[in-house]
C-alpha cells in the first residue's frame, strides 16, 4: 500500500528498507507536546482568519486534546508506516474527527512544522538547562561563602603557584557557569522566532496571520524569509555549541574532582551519595558522578560536530538530512542538564579537608612571590631583581629541604644583606591570600564580597519571577 498521508502519485509502497531508513518516529515523537500545540495554535488561526470554519477548527482541537492524553496515558499507536510524529498525529487525528482532519494541514508543511516543533523543543531543553544553571551558581556562591578565608594551593601547570582561598576558587567556576547561562539566553533570544507559515519553502497563498501563531506558541515574532524558515538550524547548532562551552567548564571542574579527591590529594570528601564502590577493592570509594560528567562532555561535542558536518552542504532549503539532526539534540542537552544536576549534587555535598588544603598551599615555596614582592616594597629593588634575589633563596630552601620560613635571617642576609625580620611577615600563606586584595584578587574580603553579590543578584532573579 502507498503512504496515505502523501501516496497520491504512488503505485507501490516502500521497501522494507526505505521504510527503515526514512522513519524517524522513534525518536521524534519526544516532539509530541510541541507538535500538538504548534498544530492547535494553527488551527486556531486559520479559523479566526476564515479559512476554516469554526466548527471543523472546533473539531481538530478537540481530536489533538484525546491525542495528546493518549499518548500520554501510553495508549497510542505509533507506526512507522507513517514515518514522524506530524504523520502519526495527523493520520489518528482523521480516524478520530473524520474528513475534517485533512483541513489542518491547510497552508502549512511538514517542513515548517518540524522546524517549529524543534525549535519549541530546543527552547525548553534550553530553558531547563538555565535553571540547572542557575541552582548551580547558588550552590558554588553558598560554598564560596563559607569557605571564603579557607586556603588552599593554587595551581598553574599543576604546580603549585600561589596559594588561593578555596571561595576564590569556587567563584571561578560562578564566573564561568554565569557566561555559559547568558550565553544560552543570547540563543534563546534569538532562537524566539515562528517558523510555521513558511509552509514548504515559499509562503502560502493562504492568508495566515503568522504573528498570531508566532504570539500564541511564545516566539517573539515570525520568521521573516520563508526559504530561511525552514532551512535554518542555528538555533539548535548554537545550542549546541554554547552547551559544548558548558560541557567542557563543568568536565574541569570534574577532573579537579577526581584529583581532589584522590588519596594522594585527599583535599576533599565526597559524599556517599555521589560515589561508588569498587565489588573487589573495599577501600575504595569512586567519584564515579565527576568522571561520568567529564566523559559527558564527548557526546556533546559529537553532536555539536554531527550536525555541523550534516548542514555544511546542503543547498536551500528542506532536506531529508535535517531530518538526523534531532537525535543529537535529544542526546546531548538532556545529558547537559544531567551533568549538571549531578555536578550541583557534588558540590553542595563535598566535605573539604581544609587542614590537609592549608597544609597543601604552604608547601612548594608557594609564597615565593610574596618574597618578591616584600622585598619591591620594602627594599625598592626592581621585580626583576626582586624575582632574582627570591630564586636564590628558593634554590637554598630546596638545597637545605626546608621551607622557605624555615631559612634563618642570617642564611637569608647571605644572599641579600638588606633583608630584616619582617620579611618573615610575608611568608605565611595566611598573610599571603589576605594581602591580595586588588579587585579580583583571591583574599577572602573579596571572596565574601563576591559570593554575597551574587547570591543577592540570584535572590533578585528568583523574586522577580
Ligand atoms: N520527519 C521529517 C524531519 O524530521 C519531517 C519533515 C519532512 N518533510 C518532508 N518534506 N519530507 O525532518
Known sequence: MSNRMWGGRFAAGPDAIMEEINASIDFDKKMYKQDIAGSKAHVRMLAKQGIVTQEDA?????????????????????????????MNIEARLAELI???????????????????????????????IDGQLTTLLNTLSRKAETHAADIMPGFTHLQSAQPVTFGHHMMAYVEMFARDRSRIRDARARMNECPLGSAALAGTSFPLDRAMTAAELGFDRPTANSLDGVSDRDYVLEVLADASICAMHLSRLAEEIVLWCSAQFKFIELSDKFSTGSSIMPQKKNPDAAEL???????????????????????????????EDKEQAF??????????????GMIDDMVLNTKVLKKAAGSGYATATDLADWCVRVLNVPFRDAHHITGAL?????????????????????????????????????????SRESYGGTS?????????????QLEKETASK
Request: hydrophobic share 40%.
Open 293 to 323: 560528567v567529564r566523559a559527558k562532555t564527548g557526546r556533546i561535542y559529537g553532536a555539536l560536530h554531527a550536525l555541523l558536518v550534516m548542514m555544511k552542504g546542503l543547498p536551500l532549503t528542506y532536506s531529508k538530512d535535517m531530518q
Open 58 to 86: 472546533e473539531k481538530i482541537q478537540g481530536g489533538l486534546d484525546t491525542i495528546l492524553s493518549e499518548i500520554e496515558e501510553g495508549k497510542f499507536q505509533f507506526s512507522r508506516a507513517l514515518e514522524d510524529i506530524h
Open 444 to 456: 577572602p574580603v573579596n571572596v565574601r564580597k563576591q559570593a554575597r553579590r551574587w547570591l543577592k
Open 394 to 434: 628558593v634554590g637554598m630552601a630546596v638545597q637545605k629541604n626546608v621551607e622557605l620560613h624555615r631559612l634563618s635571617l642570617e642564611e637569608m642576609q647571605s644572599v641579600e644583606p638588606r633583608i630584616t625580620d619582617d620579611v618573615y611577615s610575608v611568608l605565611s600563606v595566611d598573610k599571603s591570600v589576605r
Open 331 to 344: 542526546d546531548a542537552l538532556p545529558n547537559l542538564s544531567l551533568a549538571l544536576a549531578a555536578m550541583n
Open 98 to 128: 473524520g474528513p475534517a482532519a485533512g483541513r489542518l494541514h491547510t497552508g502549512r508543511s511538514r517542513n515548517d512544522q518540524v522546524a517549529t516543533d524543534f525549535r519549541l523543543w530546543v527552547r525548553d531543553a534550553v530553558d531547563d
